[in-house]
DNA sequence: GGAATAATTATTGATTATTAATAATCTGCG
DNA sequence: CGCAGATTATTAATAATCAATAATTATTCC
């Protein structure tokens, strides 16, 4: 059922934040939505100390943005800026997979995708919200399973924000069935070890989805014209 | 004089954060030391929540550890994990590279670093803090040129951390003369718009100052024998 | 004497109440 | 209609306090 994003809680502000970031990956809290010390405090049941632990460290992951006695709000990030990270993100990904590809006891992450990358291949175009579940569960378990403590943890950090977004790219059963089709070709270059190859394939899959993603937001950002923190759309949180 | 390694002083936990990450970058907190809430709240003559808040961010900066009820230590990076963020800051520094080779306005940039980096083939090999300086400052430079957010502010915080070690490999003169000749190259890469080869440079440099900087480590570690967190050691905080 | 166990201590985690500082909003005056 | 100033909502910071925990020290029993 509700499995959440991250679950390294091990402190309260860590169980906060690991909630907040759920609702906000998962879009209950949109972009631009403020976060109140006061009314969180209140929903769970704790005193402000915790809450503030929380968002600063959401803000360090990039999903919330905190201005100076202004408090918290959800980052509402610009075209410009989703196209950014995923720049980046191809870059890391495709870093991950050379790694995994060159790494001699890669047999062992091999068969733990490989049956989930199979049933991708299936999924595409039919259920996407399975599709997308799997997807995200694969990506996860491949970063997870990298030595790089750095590498790790920042690509982590920077898949919980794209994430939001890659939904958005699989909305397009094109995309699904091109996205299902890659990764079994990533797959393929992983096994065979070839790093070049594999680097290449998660790049570019990344930069599809980056395109894919990006096109979809420009049609909606403008419809919803100017977001423009303005008095009518003082968005509140879940109270 | 006291140049501070990050200046976004805003709020006052940012201002002790900033403090505190100098003092462990320039060495005078070595690894292992505790940071004791009490004794800086003391010292800076705030309250415990600023400096809590400073030495969790500490901790997302990879510059303190801290443990559950435990407290903040000075991380004390492995030499493992040293090579591990030597292998991505390779990376991404040879992407940082690539773009600004290929950003059609670089001339700016490269107006900006050129005096620096011919003063370096003067410096190497004569005046090893003053080369350092000016190697860290050019390096800050590039950083601070990216128009990518996301890849400037995490470059810049993983460079605060191996920065700790660049300075070991700059103490081999051969390594100083190596390094200010790859930067003329990379410069030259970089006005020529040859994204290729100055990420290929760039990369490469920084794989050979992790060598050196290793090298330099492993021989120490094997002096100072196993830290091991017992009573003897029990180091404290510049009270 | 030595090892297991229990008390003590140091320190952080968290709460509560309070004050100060600040940005946004509202109000009334011209 | 626009602007100066009061008001309000909210965060920033302080202080005092208690609880939880890890490390250390003392104690007991064999």
């Known amino acids: 059922m509700s499995s959440p994003a991250i679950d390294l809680t091990q402190t309260l502000p860590e169980k906060v934040a690991a909630t907040l970031a759920e609702r906000i990956v998962e879009g209950s ?7 109140i010390e006061a009314l969180l405090s209140k929903e769970f049941g704790l005193s402000h100390g915790p809450i503030r632990d929380a968002l600063r460290s959401l803000q360090h992951a990039g999903l919330v943005t905190i201005l100076p006695y202004r408090g918290a709000v959800v980052t509402d990030v610009t075209v410009r800026e989703i196209r950014e990270l995923y720049q980046v993100r191809a870059a890391l990904v ?4 050379r790694w995994i590809a060159e790494d001699p006891q890669r047999a062992e992450l091999v068969a733990k995708v490989k049956a ?9 175009g039919k259920d996407r919200a399975e599709y997308t579940r799997v997807a995200l569960m694969v990506n996860r378990t491949l970063t997870e399973s990298l030595s790089n403590n750095w590498l790790r943890s920042t690509l982590a950090s920077l898949m919980l924000q794209t994430s939001r977004y890659t939904r958005l790219a699989l909305a397009s059963v094109a995309h699904q069935k091109y996205s299902a089709k890659q990764w079994q070709a990533l797959l393929d270059a992983i096994e065979a070890g070839d790093g070049e190859a ?5 790049a570019t899959l990344s930069q599809a989805t980056r395109d894919e993603a ?13 977001p423009s923190f303005k008095s009518g759309d003082k968005k509140k949180p879940a109270a």
């Not at 989930?116 to 595409?124: E, N, T």
């Not at 990006?214 to 100017?226: C, G, M, P, R, S």
């Open 198 to 202: 594999a680097e290449k394939i998660a």
């Open 94 to 97: 495709g870093l991950r997979a």
């Open 214 to 226: 990006t096109k979809f937001l420009e049609q909606t950002v403008l419809k919803q014209a100017a």
């Open 29 to 35: 809290y949109p972009p631009g939505s403020r976060l």
């Open 116 to 124: 989930p990358i199979a049933r991708m291949q299936q999924l595409a």
